[in-house]
């Protein structure tokens, strides 16, 4: 009889876990403090249209991925104009040279402490990931600024399979087009 109450206990238990763990696949995301969630949703969405088809599917699949891990990843910065302003410590491209960010295949994940400090150990295993699905983070290497100061990209993430370097890829056939398609999605004129 014991046996039988504690089987039931047992499987009434496992119900649970299994609900929860289920729940867990879409789990409700930790806002910060004094965010607007809508506004971060659209802004996000609009972020994500602006990146190269293959890196949005790309950078998608890794925020639901982190997610899925109870991970708060959020989809930052995408796309970036040559005329947008950088800040000199936190770059090493030179004001409006070429990057992934000009092509929509860089990207920007905001991952967060409840503090609002940047997460390092979340990222070093979004990174890993990131690396393991054939994309690149290079938030573990210490580079220096082009205001001579060294900086940790942390939230940066890259897609470019075929191209291990950004020299391998300019001034290809490929990176004038899709240079052209991400200044177009910009615009608002992709067709
Ligand atoms: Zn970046």
């Known amino acids: 009889m014991l046996g039988k109450i504690l089987?039931?206990?047992?499987?009434?238990?496992?119900?649970?876990?299994?609900?929860?763990?289920?729940?867990?696949?879409?789990?409700?995301?930790?806002?910060?403090?004094?965010?607007?969630?809508?506004?971060?949703?659209?802004?996000?969405?609009?972020?994500?249209?602006?990146?190269?088809?293959?890196?949005?599917?790309?950078?998608?699949?890794?925020?639901?991925?982190?997610?899925?891990?109870?991970?708060?990843?959020?989809?930052?910065l995408t796309y970036r104009g040559a005329e947008e302003e950088v800040d000199p410590d936190t770059t090493a491209l030179a004001p409006g040279a070429f990057g992934w960010h000009s092509v929509g295949r860089a990207f920007h994940l905001d991952i967060r402490e409840n503090d609002g400090k940047f997460d390092r150990s979340a990222y070093a295993i979004v990174g890993a990931e990131v690396r393991r699905r054939g994309g690149a983070w290079l938030g573990d290497r210490t580079m220096i600024s082009r205001s001579g100061k060294p900086f940790l990209d942390l939230a940066h993430f890259e897609y470019h399979p075929g191209f291990k370097k950004l020299v391998q890829y300019r001034g290809t056939a490929l990176a004038k087009k899709e240079l052209a398609a991400a200044e177009q999605r910009a615009a608002g004129t992709a067709t």
């Open 7 to 76: 089987f039931g206990l047992g499987a009434g238990l496992m119900t649970l876990v299994a609900i929860c763990f289920r729940r867990g696949t879409q789990p409700a995301l930790p806002s910060f403090p004094g965010e607007d969630l809508r506004r971060r949703t659209a802004t996000a969405a609009s972020r994500l249209a602006a990146l190269e088809p293959s890196t949005r599917a790309f950078a998608r699949a890794i925020i639901s991925w982190a997610r899925e891990r109870g991970i708060p990843a959020y989809l930052g």
